[in-house]
């Protein structure tokens, strides 16, 4: 699987013509600092098509990237951050839950982004039995594995699998691409 054509299209606050264009969607979800960004730089092959900030929580849209011209990969803004006012917090998260929640149009598939290191934390299962709950076909990307023992990532992979409730866990490092085709190949076939 080749990226072949990337780019950003539009961020969206709310409801918007784009969500009913009839294109499938691939969300990618996850804590504030995972390496969301990075993660979806490193699938399409671009260093900087999707901004990344030493800033963590900068994504405050649901911004839409149009792939190989027929599918959007959206990056949701990162739920549990810390750092902002609580009622900002508590606007970005009705944000997130009304997109993945309350929107009729399910996507083809949600990447749920945890960090290899720390493992699925509350909010990430929260996360995922939202998802559950609104029918939606979960994937788990572990990035940061290069942080982790080569002996402890297949451990940790099947302790993802068992605590996500089966989801295909993918072992991932946007630092050094490991998983970037393994992944492809699920998110385009």
Same mark, same amino acid.
């Given at each position: 699987?080749?990226?072949?054509?990337?780019?950003?299209?539009? +961020?969206? !606050?709310?409801?918007?013509?784009?969500?009913?264009?009839?294109?499938?969607?691939?969300?990618?979800?996850?804590?504030?600092?995972?390496?969301?960004?990075?993660?979806?730089?490193?699938?399409?092959?671009?260093?900087?098509?999707?901004?990344?900030? @030493?800033?963590?929580?900068?994504?405050?849209?649901?911004?839409?990237?149009? *792939?190989?011209?027929?599918?959007?990969?959206?990056?949701?803004?990162?739920?549990?951050? @810390?750092?902002?006012?609580?009622? +900002?917090?508590? !606007?970005?998260?009705?944000?997130? @839950?009304?997109?993945?929640?309350?929107?009729?149009?399910?996507?083809?598939?949600?990447?749920?982004?945890?960090? @290899?290191?720390?493992?699925?934390?509350?909010?990430?299962?929260?996360?995922?039995? *939202?998802?559950?709950?609104?029918?939606?076909?979960?994937?788990?990307?572990?990035?940061?594995?290069?942080?982790? !023992?080569?002996?402890?990532?297949?451990?940790?992979?099947?302790?993802?699998?068992?605590?996500?409730?089966?989801?295909?866990?993918?072992?991932?490092?946007?630092?050094? !691409?490991?998983?970037?085709?393994?992944?492809?190949?699920?998110?385009?076939?």
């Amino acid at each position: 699987m080749e990226i072949k054509t990337a780019e950003f299209i539009k +961020g969206i !606050k709310g409801t918007d013509d784009i969500l009913y264009d009839g294109i499938p969607q691939v969300v990618f979800v996850g804590r504030s600092n995972v390496g969301k960004s990075s993660t979806i730089n490193c699938l399409v092959g671009r260093k900087s098509l999707v901004k990344t900030s @030493a800033k963590v929580g900068k994504t405050r849209e649901i911004n839409f990237f149009f *792939i190989n011209n027929n599918i959007y990969f959206v990056d949701l803004p990162g739920y549990g951050f @810390a750092g902002m006012s609580q009622k +900002g917090s508590e !606007k970005l998260n009705k944000h997130i @839950a009304w997109y993945l929640r309350d929107f009729e149009l399910k996507p083809k598939c949600t990447v749920v982004i945890i960090d @290899a290191k720390v493992g699925l934390t509350d909010l990430d299962k929260q996360m995922i039995g *939202i998802l559950d709950e609104s029918g939606h076909n979960v994937i788990i990307v572990a990035n940061k594995i290069d942080k982790l !023992k080569k002996n402890d990532i297949r451990k940790k992979v099947e302790e993802f699998h068992i605590e996500s409730g089966g989801k295909s866990v993918f072992p991932f490092s946007a630092k050094e !691409k490991t998983g970037r085709l393994e992944i492809l190949r699920t998110l385009l076939s």
